[in-house]
């Protein structure tokens, strides 16, 4: 072992980082981050849906297509007349395929079916496991003013019945913007 004592030769600038320091700070942010983010998770209170310029997309008949709002102040459901737009405090409305009303269990029962529908149509699980492209996904287009429980619920219930993939449906960007 060599200790330099520091005198006589040539003096050079010491070229070793102490990295003890930067692990130590490293450590504390990840803490910090560890604390925080799901507090801020939890804490979500608005599901705004980002305008995005979007592609055209190749959907496939066999994607479930789910609506996401609530009532109204007054109690009263998309596509009754009267209608006043979605209210926070108001009832989860989901609508399978954008037209059947359903409340989560029949949410929840006609996915699956309709999953297992698909299954047997494409030859078993495990014809469809060898082609990822044949397993439909859900896309849900959720109300900007409807609460996150009424997604959450959503995802969760067709989650349950067996669909792997979800995603979002947004608002194209106007042309020229």
């Known amino acids: 072992m060599a200790v330099s004592m520091g005198g006589g030769g040539e003096e050079r600038p010491m070229s070793d980082i102490n990295t003890t320091p930067l692990v130590d700070v ?3 942010l990840l803490i910090i981050f560890l604390i925080a983010v799901p ?14 310029e979007t592609q055209e997309s190749k959907d496939k008949v066999e994607n479930l297509l789910l609506t996401v709002s609530t009532t109204d102040a007054a109690g009263r459901s998309a596509g009754e007349p009267g209608f006043e737009g979605a209210f926070r405090e108001g009832e989860c409305r989901v609508y399978f395929n954008n037209t059947t009303p359903v409340d989560a269990r029949e949410l929840y029962d006609q996915a699956f079916e309709r999953l297992e529908a698909i299954v047997e149509r494409a030859g078993g699980v495990e014809a469809i496991m060898d082609d990822p492209e044949k397993i439909p ?8 003013d409807a609460p996150w429980r009424c997604v959450a619920g959503t995802i969760y219930n067709v989650q349950a019945a067996g669909y792997p993939t979800i995603g979002f449906i947004s608002n194209p960007v106007a042309p020229g913007i």
């Open 39 to 52: 507090v801020a998770i939890q804490t979500i209170d608005k599901l705004n849906i980002p305008v995005i």
């Open 137 to 144: 996904q859900v896309h849900i287009r959720g109300d900007v």
């Open 26 to 28: 490293m450590l504390v």
